[in-house]
């Protein structure tokens, strides 16, 4: 402190001291357990009366659980939609989804943006949340193998919300995404004070009105070969391996990394290892697994900044052998991490594009054999079964 | 007569000019502010409503003007009547046909006035000079504005150079959630040194520029009302700031009327949601106990009225380590850190 300030001080009796320790409150987790049926996931839950402030990310636990994140109120929101089964699949391609999703809010397809779509493994009914323009209402709307969409009715669905820490006073914004892990319901988050990587898990049963353990992560960033603090997971997914539970996350960077969710001790941050980078002027969209010629496969869908490479858009997607993620040895992570060959279609060995998701606004997987991808076309946004290679 | 029936199914004739059979189900349609409804208007309408397999989604169909798509909506019937509550509650200034049975009518809901245009009423940082590796502005309005594109009416300009950088925003809406606080980061990306993007484009500012903030007139409030009229904020860039503030440099004064004032180090990030502090400066007792006083913070500083008691009992500032300054550096670390 300055000279007069130490006498202002002295005077006043003022002292300016830095809190130690961070702010971050952690909970030691349980191992993932047996997934949970829709019946027994929501404790307290609440019936009638639900109304979504928004609905920025969507996903499915069992049991036709809908999972979403509710932006606008930092919370994650799980409806029991009763969506069962059995899958049957999209029977055709349904064109200009966005100008029949718009009319039915109201509005023309300039005036919808649509948020995110997630696909019920259960029913194979695609689930779609879009706004309106001007008013930002917002609807999850469901559309059937007959390419008939629909809102989902919620009057009589249970439901639950569950606000993440700090929430209500606006640390967190936006969740950029959320997924069923078992015996908890994992979310990532945006702060609009801090650049700052949030992972929250919210134990199964969720219950109504409950809270969630917030972990702070930080993953070393391949390309600049620096620890990265701050960088938001954009997408993630569960992962489980050897007993052990994992968050793999990519980031706006385009690193995966693996984040170790068991053993956490309260107050410690997760520590990400990287263990591929995808490549620069990327922004990750949605990640899913699937199971294919005696391998598991990551799929990142994506958004380049720059004119398309290898393909007719910008929007594209490559898959990651999961082997990958087993690595741990120095030798293959973090600043030795495998990077995709940008120059190539495919390569190195268990890294290529996938040419079935080009131009994918949205993408979910369906099966083992097939994803569903809402596509640009010339006639406006598509929706269609894709093949996974 | 084929011309009349396919006006009376579009509805641009009203039902008694389609002069229905009395063995067609006949309804009264109207509107209310929020919701739809189908009143049976004869017999057949009625069996139709009683009828046990009837779906009223087969019924009464309300469409937008020009659609072939329905709205969507939930429906209740009733004895005699059906309600249709759409997804999405009607607009002003839209033309609604309604559908049921052989009737139809059109409805068109007047346009509201013209509501005050949105404002620009606060925005963060408040300086005229900011790092070269500054990360994010604060943008307040005076009332809720249209999200889902808000890039297309964003924009930032060099003066300098006399052209718009392109990419210059990580393009993801962080609202606050009265939806009138935007948070507008800069790409980290590109504003954080050695990061791919920053080697493969280069940093969105330069030292020793120029720029303006641009908000495009032709941003929506929710009311439908758009801002009109532009709004800038230009501001100059100076040198990369790596260095973390320093709390002990602080500058600490209580005026005559027991007013404090605190002056940072250097210009700090607070957003205009929350200028009234308590998570991250507040006061307390000697003995640690925490003090009511609301602390006022703004870019280079804050301020707290402090009552004449509180004043002389040498009360403490606690500063939570999570404070940053413009480039991201907070006390406790810097926003640059090299792998351990």
Redesign the interface.
């Known amino acids: 402190?300055?000279a007069?300030?130490r006498v202002?001080?002295k005077l006043?009796?003022?002292?300016?001291?830095?809190?130690?320790?961070?702010?971050f409150f952690l909970y030691t987790l349980k191992a993932n357990g047996a997934p949970v049926a829709a019946s027994s996931a929501l404790k307290n839950p609440q019936t009638g009366g639900l109304k979504l402030q928004s609905a920025s990310s969507l996903s499915f636990g069992p049991g036709g659980l809908l999972l979403v994140a509710e932006?606008?109120?930092?919370s994650v929101v799980a409806i029991e939609t009763g969506d069962i089964g059995p899958l049957v699949k999209l029977k055709q391609r349904v064109d200009n989804v966005s100008?029949?999703i718009a009319?039915?809010?109201?509005?023309t397809a300039e005036n919808l943006?649509i948020n995110d779509m997630a696909v019920n493994p259960d029913s194979g009914r695609i689930y779609i949340s879009a706004?309106?323009?001007?008013?930002?209402?917002t609807?999850v709307?469901t559309v059937d193998a007959e390419g008939k969409?629909?809102?989902l009715?919620l009057?009589n669905l249970p439901w639950a919300r569950i606000t993440l820490p700090g929430g209500?006073?606006?640390k967190v914004?936006?969740i950029?995404d959320v997924a069923f892990a078992g015996d908890r319901v994992l979310a990532a988050g945006?702060?609009?004070?801090?650049?700052a990587s949030k992972i929250f898990s919210l134990p199964v049963p969720l219950e109504h009105g409950g809270t969630a353990s917030i972990y702070s992560a930080e993953t070393?960033?391949v390309?600049?070969?620096?620890?990265e603090?701050?960088?938001p997971i954009s997408s993630f997914i569960p992962y489980e391996e050897n007993g052990q539970s994992y968050v793999v996350g990519a980031f706006?960077?385009t690193p995966i990394a693996k984040f170790p969710l068991n053993d956490l001790k309260p107050g410690s941050q997760v520590k990400g290892v990287s263990v591929m980078e995808l490549?620069?002027?990327n922004?990750p969209l949605d990640l899913f697994s699937y199971n294919k010629g005696g391998k598991r496969w990551l799929v990142t869908h994506t958004q380049r900044?720059h004119k398309p490479l290898f393909g007719p858009s910008n929007l594209w997607a490559a898959r990651v052998d999961m082997a990958y993620l087993s690595k741990s040895e120095p030798t293959a992570t973090?600043?030795n991490a495998t990077r995709r060959d940008t120059k190539q279609k495919a390569g190195p060995d268990g890294v290529e594009i996938v040419d079935s998701l080009f131009g994918a606004v949205q993408v979910d997987k369906l099966s083992d054999e097939e994803a569903i991808v809402l596509r640009e076309t010339a006639a406006g946004l598509a929706l269609e079964v894709a093949a996974l290679p | 007569m084929l011309l009349r029936w396919l006006l009376c199914l579009s509805g641009l004739l009203f039902v008694q000019g389609c002069s229905p059979s009395p063995q067609e189900p006949q309804f009264d349609l109207r509107a209310t502010a929020d919701h739809f409804e189908a009143r049976a208007a004869n017999p057949a309408a009625r069996r139709l409503l009683a009828a046990p397999n009837s779906n009223p989604a087969d019924t009464f169909q309300v469409f937008i003007q020009g659609a072939t798509t329905p709205l969507f909506g939930t429906y209740a019937t009733r004895a005699d009547s059906i309600i249709f509550q759409p997804a999405a509650p009607p607009v002003p200034g839209m033309s609604y046909r309604l559908q049921a049975g052989s009737s139809s009518h059109q409805h068109h809901i007047p346009a509201q006035q013209a509501t005050a245009p949105p404002r620009v009423i606060g925005w963060m940082p408040r300086v005229s000079i900011v790092p070269a590796n500054h990360l994010k502005f604060y943008l307040q309005f005076d009332q809720p504005m249209t999200q889902g594109d808000v890039w297309s009416h964003l924009q930032l300009h060099c003066e300098t150079d006399g052209q718009q950088v392109l990419g210059a925003f990580r393009e993801v809406e962080l609202w606050d959630p009265t939806g009138t606080i935007l948070t507008l980061w800069l790409h980290p990306g590109r504003q954080k040194t050695g990061v791919n993007l920053n080697q493969d484009e280069g940093p969105v500012l330069h030292a020793g520029k120029r720029y303006t903030l641009r908000v495009l007139g032709t941003w929506t409030a929710t009311s439908g009302t758009a801002l009109g009229q532009p709004w800038h904020l230009p501001f100059t860039v100076g040198p990369a700031d790596h260095q973390q503030p320093a709390p002990e440099k602080w500058k600490l004064n209580i005026s005559a009327e027991n007013q404090l004032t605190i002056q940072f180090d250097e210009p700090l990030d607070f957003s205009p949601a929350t200028p009234n502090t308590t998570e991250r400066l507040w006061l307390e007792t000697p003995t640690g106990q925490r003090l009511p006083t609301p602390l006022q913070a703004t870019t280079t500083g804050a301020t707290a009225q402090l009552d004449p008691t509180t004043a002389k009992t040498a009360p403490v500032l606690k500063v939570s380590p999570d404070i940053e300054d413009l480039a991201g550096n907070s006390i406790s670390r810097p926003f640059e850190r090299q792998m351990e």
């Open positions: 402190m300055t007069n300030t202002s001080l006043f009796g003022i002292a300016a001291t830095a809190a130690a320790g961070a702010a932006s606008g109120s930092a100008g029949l009319n039915g809010l109201g509005t943006t706004s309106r323009k001007p008013d930002n209402a609807s709307i969409a629909r809102q009715d009057t209500t006073n606006s914004t936006r950029t945006s702060c609009n004070e801090e650049f070393y960033h390309a600049h070969r620096k620890w603090t701050k960088a706006a960077c490549g620069s002027g922004r900044f973090n600043e």
